[in-house]
């Protein structure tokens, strides 16, 4: 175990549905992470959280929203997402926003639109 | 990274035999390499990093090599086991220095 859980592990909405991922850190970081796992293609980074403030949005539509109420819970809420929106989405956390501490991932949730 | 295709490349072993899975950086004010491994069903887990004052570094088993002239990195896995069977993708932290980039992956399948 990482010490980065994410709940559901499995989620399968539809278009019109409201749903939110949760993300919950046992590890004291400051810094959390939501990254977009899309079937053989990189990883992509949607969202930083450094200290409870947002410091990166990566262009990313305003369908998903995240929140970030302290820094061991962060959650990405969504609606009216398209079918391409389907991926594996990860949560992370590290120490701090710099890139040299190493991240810390949970093992996603499985997201299905139809 | 590396460039996104529609097959993730694939590299196949013998149990223990060596591996080399090789990465090939886009960004040459990149300072900061990443190895990660992703098994089946989990999130990435960090193997190794370098920096680019270095050429190459050392782990448990694992060795990651940097030439930065061609920008490419690699990794190589010595005695490679049945665990070791999972996806492997390098990051670098590009010209903004505060965000990892990511490649494609290469899925490593060892064979018993």
């Known amino acids: 175990e990482t010490g980065v859980t994410q709940t559901p592990r499995h989620l399968v909405m539809g278009m019109t549905n409201k749903k939110s991922l949760k993300c919950e850190q046992h590890l004291g970081h400051n810094a959390m992470y939501w990254y977009k796992q899309s079937a053989k293609k990189p990883l992509e980074l949607m969202f930083v959280?450094?200290?409870?403030?947002?410091?990166e949005n990566n262009s990313v539509p305003s369908r998903f929203s995240p929140e970030c109420p302290n820094s061991s819970h962060l959650f990405l809420h969504l609606h009216t997402l398209q079918p391409e929106d389907s991926a594996l989405y990860l949560c992370?956390?590290?120490?701090?926003?710099?890139?040299?501490?190493?991240?810390?991932f949970g093992p996603g949730t499985r997201l299905t639109v139809t | 990274g590396e460039s996104v295709g529609l097959h993730l490349p694939t590299l196949s072993v013998q149990e223990g035999d060596n591996s080399i899975i090789n990465c090939a950086y886009s960004n040459s004010a990149s300072d900061y390499f990443i190895w990660y491994k992703q098994e089946s069903g989990k999130g990435p887990q960090f193997i190794i990093d370098?920096?680019?004052?270095?050429d190459k570094r050392q782990g448990q088993r694992v060795t990651v090599l940097l030439n930065k002239t061609v920008k490419h990195l690699s990794l190589q896995i010595a005695a490679t086991q049945p665990g070791d069977s999972a996806v492997y993708f390098c990051?670098?932290?590009?010209?903004?220095?505060?965000?990892?980039?990511f490649g494609q992956g290469t899925e490593l399948s060892v064979k018993p």
């Open positions: 990051a670098e932290n590009g010209n903004q220095g505060g965000k990892l980039i």
């Open positions: 959280y450094n200290f409870k403030e947002q410091t």
């Open positions: 992370a956390s590290s120490r701090t926003r710099d890139v040299s501490y190493e991240q810390y």
């Open positions: 370098i920096r680019s004052n270095m």
